[in-house]
């Protein structure tokens, strides 16, 4: 009878469990599998191992940009993406720089010049040329490659181009004179190419064939090197020159090359180099809203807490970041080379890019 009865628990058992699979299993299934579809920045132009995503910015109406090298100028509004290109009346498809100003106009800088968007129609602006610039010898770089521009807290908008720093005033273009080297990192004019405003409305300027830094101060040019300026005394780098990237919400400036990244308190320099988690090449440093500091560079993005550095790469194609925006959310998206879009929730990158040959 023992037996019996036991047989006849196990039948049943087994049955509860056949009809519970049978009923919820074939569902949970298949909703795990289930994969939310995004929408794609699509890239057309080009070999699909070349160009970046190279700059971001969200607007006042929340959209967001992102500008590639190749492929124009994209618009996400959170729904879908919508790409403008030369036919669309860029003056380039290789967009390097994108700022949003007072009034709400896009300016956008590319290897050709500067264009201007009102909403409606893309304008192109000419930057007049000095008349005792040196001219421009290379014949592929006849206009105003523009590398970075800021609106300053006057209201000023400076431009970092192929041909110099200029500024302006909503009426005139003036040239910024500086005191760089001789020879430019493309051509005899280049010198800057990265712009910052501190909080005290100092405008730092930096580029490639430099030592350390500039900083205007509205009346005269001060050039800080860095390898006098260290926190541990003199010492020759093997990269001089530094980007300005951010002023933290403690008020260190932050710059970056190739050998690592740079916190200047107003008095010394402290370096963050391989020693301390970093990698060399270190491209964009951004502040986020909690005060985490992530850092984009060749192999991948990091975090920065104050004490530590957090590595994330995993999700990312092609790892080399060559830009980090934060949007109004919070979340972090990452463009990086091969055209590469990636959102990071906090978890994991999810792709928002996708090559198309046409």
Sequence with gaps: MKKYFSSIQVFTFLTIVLFATACNGPVKKDFAKEKVQHPKLIKTIGNPRYGNVQCALQDKAGNLWFGTTENGLYKYDGKSFTQFLVADGLNSNNVYSILEDKEGNIWIGTEAGLCLYDGKTFAEIEIPLPKNLPPNKNPYYQNHWVYSMLQAKNGKLWFVTIDGVYIYDGKLFTHFPMNEVANGFLTSNDKVERILEDNAGNIWLGGRTNEGVYRYDGKSITNLKLKELFQDGPKPKPHNWAW?????????????????????????????TTKDGLPSEVTRILEDKKGNLWFGASDGLRSYDGKTFTYYKDGLINPWIWEILEDKTGNLWVGTRETGLYLYDGKTFITYSEYKHQ
Excluded: E, H, M, V
């Design 244 to 272: 300005p990237q951010l002023q933290d919400k403690n008020g260190n400036l932050w710059f970056s090359n190739w050998g690592g990244a740079y916190r200047y308190d107003g008095k010394i320099f402290t370096s963050f």
